[in-house]
């Protein structure tokens, strides 16, 4: 919004400037340079990354205040998907004020996308379970302990949880970092993560590619569309608690991709298939130095 040709058509400059706009995408909805760039691939650019898409393709930057992530971008599945693995992310509030962020912890889980029963080999993040509370940070242990009870019910057990690294977060990973069983691993802010709008901006085609579901009817569902679908580019949401710890799943799971995925239980499916077949041809003679089939 703010880059030189907008300052040049702003008027402040000394000179008048005349616009030039050459759109991508004109008016009538075709493509302006077809050969370079169809229409149907400026379209999934479009679907997937609109924020850069307005800005770089059509000239016409969305404002910062508008909402990055659309509602119909998260998918609601009728039922949970067989998981992969399963994770926990936490951001912790400085306070238990009810005008500041509060201390945020999601349950996630990997899995393979399906679809029409065919398996697609990209992986979704699934959204378990998220709980928004305001505690002091004296008792912030509890509460996490509290939260990782409830997601050891769950049949893939978390073995993962990264916990922001700030003020509270680091009196958090002091105190939990020795559980067994769970490891700890302290997410860490720094320049070259980038802002909190370049950090959103990174995940925002993940979601626009719909790879982000949650089970239709949880408790948590309509509390996380609603936080999302308010962020904004320029940072003038009321709170962005509940989105950092999306974020910090998606950059775990979905783009360094950093977890390790248990694959066991379909290997030992084929596997069992695999001896059953042995055994069926052995009993006929029929494998491994076999005589009746010249083996």
């Known amino acids: 919004e703010d880059d030189l040709p907008a300052y040049m058509l702003s008027g402040n400059d000394e000179r ?20 370079v760039n ?19 393709f059509q000239q016409d930057p969305i404002p910062a205040g508008g909402a990055l992530f659309k509602p119909h971008n998260f998918v609601l599945l009728a039922h949970e998907p067989k998981m992969l693995c399963t994770f926990i992310t936490a951001d912790t509030a400085e306070t238990a004020k009810s005008y500041n962020d509060a201390t945020v912890f999601s349950f996630w889980g990997v899995y393979e996308i399906v679809e029409y029963g065919q398996k697609t080999g990209q992986l979704g993040l ?4 998220c709980d928004e509370i305001r505690v002091e940070p004296k008792d912030l242990r509890d509460s996490f302990i509290e939260f990782y009870a409830e997601c050891m019910l769950h049949p893939v057990k978390p073995l993962v949880a990264a916990i922001e690294k700030k003020s509270t977060g680091v009196t958090l990973i002091s105190t939990v970092q020795d559980m067994r069983g769970l490891q700890i691993r302290e997410v860490k802010r720094t320049k070259a993560s980038g802002s909190k709008t370049e950090r959103y901006l990174e995940m925002q085609p993940t979601i626009a590619a719909k790879m982000v579901s949650l089970t239709e009817g949880a408790r ?4 996380c569309i609603n936080h999302m679908s308010k962020i904004t580019a320029n940072d ?14 998606i950059k775990i799971a979905l783009i360094d991709k950093t977890l390790l ?5 379909d290997d030992n499916k084929a596997a069992n298939i695999m001896q059953k077949q042995k055994s069926m041809l052995k009993a006929r003679g029929t494998l491994y130095g076999g005589q009746q089939n010249g083996f």
Do not use: C, M
């Not at 003038?236 to 799943?249: N, R």
């Open 16 to 35: 008048i400037w005349k616009p030039v706009v050459l759109r991508a995408i004109d008016d009538a909805g075709n493509a302006l340079y077809p050969e």
């Open 38 to 56: 169809p229409l149907r691939q400026l379209q999934e650019k479009q679907e997937k990354n609109p924020y850069v898409f307005s800005s770089q």
């Open 126 to 129: 699934h959204w378990l379970d």
């Open 220 to 223: 948590h569902v309509e509390k």
């Open 236 to 249: 003038t949401h009321k709170h962005d608690d509940i989105a950092d710890t999306l974020y910090d799943a």
């Open 261 to 265: 995925l248990d694959t066991k239980q």
